[in-house]
């Protein structure tokens, strides 16, 4: 079993529409949660932090849940600019990654 | 946020030489930093940890032989990618963090073709 399951996607959303990527994890004593973005043939960068209290930053909003063991991004009025990949990690002894989400945003 | 800086940004060599990568955490201390490998269209997958002072640690599968790391400084970790195959041609990325439950920040990466 993955440490850490994301869906693939790829999502083709429209230019200011909301969308939502989800990612489960399997280890329970994890400690830290991330998501990145990675733009094409680019190194990762990170987006936000993830709080079980649940964190805000413009039109990105991150939410942990540790008793299902979840983790979502939710992406609202998107730009062209946000297309990318976006990778969910987990960290207990060391960073796992997630396959990454495409997300292409269409004009 | 902290910089980490990896060069080259892309090299090709050719096969059978050997190939060095640098990784530096510009404004901080990392007593680990980590070695990453993509393949296109795949996830980063985890080749070793590298640690100030002592052996790197590999990860299962991982040839430690023939991905030589060292870790000199607390401010430099260096791969090297001996006797290189056109199998080896990948996107390798270092990344360090400040504390154990820190984010990770990521260098640019290494572009490396084996020809």
């Known amino acids: 079993r993955k440490e850490v399951e994301q869906d693939p996607g790829p999502f083709n959303v429209p230019e200011g529409a909301t969308v939502a990527f989800n990612c489960t994890y399997s280890?329970?004593?994890?400690?830290?949660f991330f998501w990145y973005r990675q733009d094409c043939r680019k190194e990762p960068k990170l987006l936000m932090s993830?709080?079980?209290s649940g964190n805000e930053d413009g039109r990105f909003t991150a939410q942990l849940n540790r008793a299902s063991q979840y983790i979502s991004l939710l992406i609202r009025d998107s730009k062209l600019s946000d297309s990318a990949t976006y990778l969910c990690?987990?960290?207990?002894?060391?960073?796992?990654f997630g396959t990454g989400t495409s997300l292409t945003v269409i004009p | 946020g902290a910089v980490v800086s990896q060069h080259p940004s892309r090299v090709i060599c050719k096969s059978g030489t050997s190939v060095k990568i640098e990784c530096r955490s510009l404004?901080?201390?990392?007593?680990?930093m980590f070695w990453y490998r993509q393949f296109p269209k795949q996830s980063l997958m985890l080749m070793a940890t590298?640690?100030?002072?002592?052996?790197?640690?590999?990860e299962q599968g991982v040839e430690k032989d023939k991905f030589l790391i060292n870790h000199a400084s607390l401010t430099l970790s260096t791969l090297t990618v001996t006797s290189a195959h056109p199998e080896d041609s990948s996107f390798y990325i270092c990344?360090?963090?400040?504390?154990?439950?820190?984010?990770?920040?990521f260098g640019q990466g290494t572009r490396l073709t084996v020809v």
């Open positions: 280890n329970s004593a994890s400690q830290s």
């Open positions: 590298s640690n100030e002072g002592s052996k790197a640690t590999y």
């Open positions: 404004d901080f201390q990392a007593t680990t």
């Open positions: 993830v709080y079980s």
């Open positions: 990344s360090a963090r400040k504390g154990a439950l820190t984010e990770a920040f």
């Open positions: 990690v987990v960290n207990y002894d060391q960073f796992y």
